[in-house]
């Protein structure tokens, strides 16, 4: 798979439907990456978050955890097998783009062994499996995705006793498996790609024998299924029996003394029965034990308990696109639900008739069929799609208007939905994606979001066709807002369980088109909290491609914001994307992580020291609300616990000392470098000038602004300074700095 596009298809325009609904010229300016990720929060849909795609609840930042807030995994307990929540190789390592890939791994925690054990059941080659493994010393696991082959890969190295293994990253040549990786008892090689142009070659597994027998270590490598893999000793895995995989689900998530009584009571119910009468994925199974963990035997209609099997909705999804008799405008209705599903049923239907057009053509030779303007009632089509309309109040730029709102019953639908369409129906995939191409740069945030997170779906499932025909050419369009819907997009296929997202963002900063690494730090200012040693790190590579002259037009667009000279356009968003994505890490749950590098750049090459500088002071205006609240790094600030009475704070940034140096220290250190700084200190104390304005009627900030001065005032000229600035801003009123002279 090959990350980029096609140059030549980067460079097409996304063609309007009709010259009647041309829209407006594209902006010549990005959105900005605060507001761009406080819309996407906002708007994406609940069933990610239902799924365990996305971060549910938690303590965000500012109503959302792209950016901010607590990390939850897949609702209704414990799940093992090939669930993919957005993180599955644990460490990436940026190289390819930018030099001689690193060879990475990550120690899988003993938590994870721990809980996998407690419900992983052998499969009916584990034994044969475990017998290789220990003879051979490398064994490569082939099958199906679904089967729970990473599950066995780890219960085959903990079976033998071994206490670290490690997790090690598929993006690696065979000629380079295990050079570098720190040393473990056992590998996991999981979900590795081999091909005709990267064969995994006998030669291969002599070495690594070789070099694993020396340190008396095993590896487990996973794979699909494929001719290239064909000539080695392979092991084809075969899951363990659905009934005891979903049986030792219960008994986890049961309190203890219910399991084997009640966890065989639950077994016993007919529901229980016809699901497991199918093939089902592992991922699925174990998903089946959430709810049916929390059925009553005896209680309701056991029909409900048939709703929670992922198979019925599967099998509604294809009745109803198998079905000729079924209008083609009530199949693009279907997918135009599930693209906007919880959102206003007007909106659903609007789409699904700019749908219907586009299908029809692939149908009709010719010119289409118009569209009557009056069709199925509401209620007909919402039955047919088992859907609900419900009274609620959406959120809008004007504020709260009330709306009907079009849901799928099971919400379930919406993903099963778009992953039928776009696998088992290829023919209709031109006309979902140019649908998809024109609703990107539609002005309603909703429907901009609606669309990333429905690409991101699809990335999940073909990752290669959507690369192709979406993610791959926005990443590289010249219409910026393209540009953020590829980014919104592979950050939201990365929470879907994308496990190639690192890849692809490696690909992108190292690429030759200005725009698409654009994309690539707006999209890593989105997962910084997922991956924030990356992000820093691609933050500062990209630091260095700016000139002396980028950085003068980056100081002075921060000192003058829109009266800045125009400059050289792309470059001039390149730094500024830059300074976007290092403030939204600043602003996130790896803050403290970000702070430190932000330090440590002060005293590095140029480039670096205004990004930190930049990204500083503008994420030191971003308050609790977007008008008047306390500012986030006062109260960061404010928070943090005071140094040690006698401890040195250094007035210049020195190297990293051993122990982490305390927040309040840090901000001090990046708040006098500021001040002092030629390009900028005005900007600082602008800054500052506003906090205190908006401290005039909060005692409680007030009072924390002046703690914070007085930390800051270490020389007389400081001191003088910040008096001179509380002054002028209170009307000759006294000076509020108290305590330390120097």
């Given at each position: ?11 097409q325009?996304?063609?309007?439907e009709?010259e009647?609904?041309l ?8 959105q ?25 609840g ?43 890939p690193?060879?990475?791994s990550?120690?899988?925690p003993?938590?994870?062994?721990a809980?996998l ?11 044969r ?8 010393r490398?064994?490569?696991l082939?099958?199906r995705?679904?089967?729970?082959r ?7 190295l ?13 993006d ?5 498996l295990?050079n570098g990786a720190d ?7 999981a979900?590795?790609?081999t ?8 030669s ?5 024998r070789?070099?694993l027998?020396k340190q008396?270590?095993?590896?487990v ?6 001719g290239?893999a ?12 659905a ?5 030792a689900?219960?008994?986890?998530l ?5 399991q ?7 077994l ?5 029965r016809?699901?497991?009468a199918?093939?089902r994925?592992?991922r ?16 309701g ?21 198998g ?27 609007e789409c699904?008739d700019k ?5 029809e053509?692939i ?11 009056f ?21 809008t ?10 849901s ?5 639908t919406?993903h ?25 740069t ?15 779906l699809?990335?999940?499932v073909?990752?290669?066709?959507t ?8 990443s590289g ?7 953020v ?11 879907a ?5 690192p890849?692809?963002?490696?690909s ?13 730090i707006r999209c890593?200012a ?11 790190e691609?933050l ?22 829109d009266q ?9 968003y ?5 300074v976007?994505a290092?403030e939204?890490?600043?602003?996130s ?13 002060l005293?590095g ?8 500088l ?14 008047v609240?306390r ?15 006698g ?9 990293p000392?051993e122990?982490p140096?305390?927040?309040?220290v840090?901000l ?10 030629r390009?900028?200190?005005?900007v ?5 000038r506003g906090?205190l304005?908006?401290?005039a009627?909060?005692p ?11 930390d ?11 008096d001179?600035?509380v ?12 305590g330390?002279t120097?």
């Amino acid at each position: 798979m090959t990350a980029t596009a096609d140059p030549e298809a980067v460079a097409q325009p996304v063609e309007p439907e009709r010259e009647d609904e041309l829209q407006e010229a594209p902006p010549e300016e990005p959105q900005n990456a605060w507001e761009a990720a406080r819309e996407l929060l906002e708007h994406v849909p609940d069933s990610f978050a239902d799924r365990g795609f996305l971060f549910a609840g938690g303590t965000p930042r500012f109503g959302g955890n792209l950016v901010g807030g607590d990390e939850h995994v897949v609702s209704g307990g414990r799940v093992h097998g090939d669930v993919v929540t957005g993180h599955k190789t644990t460490v990436y390592q940026l190289g390819s783009a930018f030099g001689t890939p690193l060879h990475v791994s990550g120690e899988v925690p003993i938590e994870e062994l721990a809980a996998l054990a407690r419900v992983f059941r052998r499969g009916p080659a584990f034994e044969r499996a475990l017998r290789q493994l220990h003879e051979q010393r490398v064994l490569i696991l082939t099958g199906r995705a679904d089967t729970g082959r990473r599950s066995a890969g780890l219960m085959l190295l903990s079976t033998l006793g071994l206490s670290r293994i490690r997790n090690l990253d598929p993006d690696v040549s065979p000629a380079a498996l295990l050079n570098g990786a720190d040393e473990a008892e056992g590998y996991l090689l999981a979900d590795y790609t081999t091909s005709r142009t990267r064969p995994l070659r006998r030669s291969d597994l002599d070495r690594l024998r070789e070099t694993l027998a020396k340190q008396n270590g095993y590896l487990v490598i996973t794979t699909l299924r494929s001719g290239s893999a064909r000539d080695l000793p392979t092991l084809d895995w075969q899951p363990p029996e659905a009934r005891a995989v979903l049986a030792a689900h219960l008994d986890a998530l049961l309190p203890d003394g219910e399991q084997g009584v009640r966890t065989e009571e639950l077994l016993a119910q007919e529901p229980v029965r016809q699901f497991l009468a199918k093939p089902r994925p592992i991922r699925e199974i174990a998903e089946f034990a959430g709810p049916l963990s929390a059925h009553v035997p005896g209680t309701g209609s056991s029909s409900d308990l048939v709703d929670f099997g992922h198979g019925f909705v599967q099998e509604q999804v294809g009745r109803w696109f198998g079905d000729p008799e079924l209008h083609l405008r009530e199949k693009a209705f279907l997918i135009a639900l599930a693209v906007f599903d919880h959102a206003p049923y007007t909106l659903a239907a609007e789409c699904a008739d700019k749908l219907f057009r586009r299908l029809e053509t692939i149908r009709t030779a010719g010119e289409p069929d118009g569209i009557p303007p009056f069709g199925s009632s509401i209620e007909d089509r919402l039955s047919l799609a088992r859907a609900e309309l419900n009274e609620e109040t959406e959120q809008t730029p004007w504020g709260p208007v009330p709306q009907r709102m079009a849901s799928f019953l099971d919400p379930r639908t919406s993903h099963t939905l778009l992953r039928e369409v776009w696998t088992s129906h290829p023919s209709a995939r031109p006309a979902i994606t140019g649908w998809l191409n024109a609703l990107a740069t539609d002005s309603r945030a909703l429907v901009r979001t609606r669309v990333a997170s429905a690409t991101a779906l699809l990335a999940s499932v073909d990752l290669s066709a959507t690369m192709s025909g979406l993610l791959g050419p926005w990443s590289g369009a010249k219409d910026f807002r393209l540009c953020v819907q590829a980014a919104n997009s592979l950050a939201l296929a990365y929470h879907a369980g994308t496990a190639a997202v690192p890849r692809i963002l490696r690909s992108w900063a190292g690429d030759d088109n200005a725009r698409r690494r654009w994309t690539a730090i707006r999209c890593y200012a989105l997962l910084g909290p997922l991956l924030p040693a990356q992000a820093l790190e691609a933050l500062a590579l990209a630091a260095e491609r700016l000139t002396a002259t980028d950085l003068d037009q980056l100081a002075a667009t921060i000192r003058l914001g829109d009266q800045a000279p125009a400059g050289d356009q792309p470059n001039r968003y390149q730094a500024l994307g830059l300074v976007e994505a290092a403030e939204l890490l600043l602003l996130s749950p790896e803050a403290e992580q970000a702070l430190h590098a932000l330090v440590r750049w002060l005293s590095g090459p140029a480039g670096l020291r205004q990004l930190a500088l930049a990204a500083f002071l503008t994420a030191a205006q971003r308050t609790e609300d977007t008008v008047v609240g306390r500012p986030l790094l006062l109260d960061w600030y404010a928070r943090s616990p005071r140094p040690e009475p006698g401890s040195v704070v250094s007035v210049t940034v020195l190297s990293p000392p051993e122990e982490p140096l305390p927040v309040r220290v840090l901000l001090a250190a990046l708040w006098r470098t500021a001040l002092a700084d030629r390009l900028y200190g005005t900007v600082a104390l602008g800054v500052l000038r506003g906090w205190l304005v908006g401290a005039a009627d909060h005692p409680e900030t007030d009072a924390q602004l002046a703690e914070m001065f007085d930390d800051l005032a270490v020389t007389e000229r400081d001191r003088r300074r910040l008096d001179h600035l509380v002054r002028t801003v209170r009307d000759g009123g006294p000076a509020a700095l108290s305590g330390r002279t120097n």
